[in-house]
């Protein structure tokens, strides 16, 4: 059986369930990425070889480029989608799930990797970075509608708006995870290099240079005369704009995650009424679907295989359980306290912090620039959170959204005007 032909006739039938499946389970209590996952699992639990053997610790290159590219097309999605400008004050909620929630949140996954699994320090650290940040990829159902839309609730924004920044965010503790592997006896000046680099010029260079190329962009798309970007009316404008930011920013040194989805953040903010934006989105929506869904049928085909997930056992399902039920929960909702935020909308943004694809980036990221003590047992136990985030939350987001958007409703409701 030709391998290719079979893998090329798969990859058409995915494509079509890109455009299938949102529409036909728009009402079920699941999700595509679960469908994908699904997709992947039956396909290596076939009599027939459909799918090339695929582990990640073997194609760690391979791993680490496909998801950065999905992440990256995700951000800039993520970004174009927002209407609030950004700020201190409108962003409050943001800003408290990243500085509080996501720190302590590495800092406990640390801990349990450490205290549980038995890790050195530096493996329970990557740990606990890679699997801080939420997911700006499978996280669209809990996200904000299109651009000018109106469907940005406190808590499709709060969890929109902290995907597209904790992903850069998150670095930082992978750089010095990777310090902490790497470092000997030179230590002092490793850990100098990684407090002035990878902390403070690589944040520092990645918001800089993405907003500056959003606000250039947005001159370029709106405020030029005769040969605007916007008047082209191509989508994949927003493709172009994603490969240029981050190739860039990381030529530079910086942090590419941020300088994405800064950049559409300045883009969108040059000028909120455009047609041009809601275009980019869609396209950028499209191709982020259809990179999910390859990745994802390959996630399920790994995990129902058994490849890497044979170094599962009883410590790493109580890392997991604890990870999603207790963890991001407990300091999400620490993170919301005094936010005003009403009871029931503070859980639904502290319980929906979706793991996926940023955490495998991160993972095949670091373990291709050091030597991790353990690392067959961090791949499963992060491939394992991944893999239960897409079902549990997938599950619960389509009737946990109904009833934000239900009580949404009735609010409006009780506030408008009677007619007698």
């Given amino acids: 059986m030709d391998i290719y032909l079979v893998t090329l006739t798969i990859l058409g039938f995915v494509v079509l369930l890109t455009a299938w499946l949102p529409m036909m389970m728009r009402r079920l209590p699941l999700s595509l990425p679960i469908a994908c996952l699904a997709i992947g699992a039956i396909l290596a639990w076939s009599p027939f070889p459909l799918l090339p053997r695929f582990n990640p610790l073997e194609n760690r290159e391979f791993t680490e480029r496909m998801t950065e590219v999905v992440v990256i097309v995700a951000l800039m999605g993520a970004g174009l989608k927002l209407d609030r400008p950004i700020g ?59 651009p000018k839309t109106g469907e940005e609730d406190e808590v499709r924004f709060a969890l929109t708006s902290e995907a597209g920044l904790n992903d850069g965010l998150s670095f930082p503790f992978v750089h010095l995870a990777i310090t902490m592997a790497v470092g000997t006896a030179g230590g ?36 030029m005369h005769g040969s605007s970007l916007a008047k082209t009316q191509d989508g994949f404008v927003a493709l172009g704009m994603t490969f240029a930011t981050y190739g860039l920013t990381e030529l530079a040194g910086g942090y590419g995650f941020v300088s ?56 790493v399902i109580v890392v997991a ?19 005003g935020h009403p009871h029931g909308e503070a859980i639904i943004i502290a319980v929906f912090g979706i ?21 067959e047992t961090v791949w499963a136990t992060v491939l394992s959170i991944v893999v239960a985030s897409i079902v549990v939350h997938g599950i619960a987001v389509t009737p946990t959204m109904k009833w934000i958007d239900d009580r949404r409703s009735n609010q409006k409701a009780e506030v408008r005007p009677s007619i007698h």
């Fill in 88 to 146: 201190w004050g409108r962003w409050g909620t943001t800003w408290r799930l990243l500085g509080i929630a996501m720190p302590l949140t590495i800092a406990a996954l640390a801990f349990l990797g450490y205290w549980i699994l038995g890790l050195t320090a530096a493996s329970a650290l990557l740990l606990g970075a890679s699997l801080a940040p939420t997911d700006p990829v499978l996280a669209s159902d809990i996200q904000v509608g299109p």
């Fill in 188 to 223: 002092r000046e490793l850990y100098q290099h990684w407090a002035v680099v990878d902390v403070g010029w690589r944040l520092a260079g990645g918001v800089a240079i993405g907003w500056t190329l959003g606000k250039l962009f947005g001159f370029l798309a709106f405020k």
């Fill in 321 to 339: 359980v604890l990870a999603l039920v207790l963890v991001r929960p407990l300091f999400g909702w620490i993170s919301l306290i005094g936010s």
């Fill in 260 to 315: 994405v989805f800064l950049a559409a953040v300045a883009f969108r903010a040059s000028e909120r009424e455009s047609v041009f934006h809601e275009q980019l989105h869609d396209f950028a929506e499209q191709i982020e679907r259809l990179l999910m869904m390859v990745l994802l049928v390959c996630l399920g085909s790994i995990a129902a295989s058994g490849q890497l997930l044979a170094h599962v056992d009883w410590r």
């Fill in 355 to 375: 793991r996926g694809l940023g955490s495998i980036y991160y993972l095949a990221y670091a373990t291709a620039h050091a030597e991790f003590q353990a690392a």
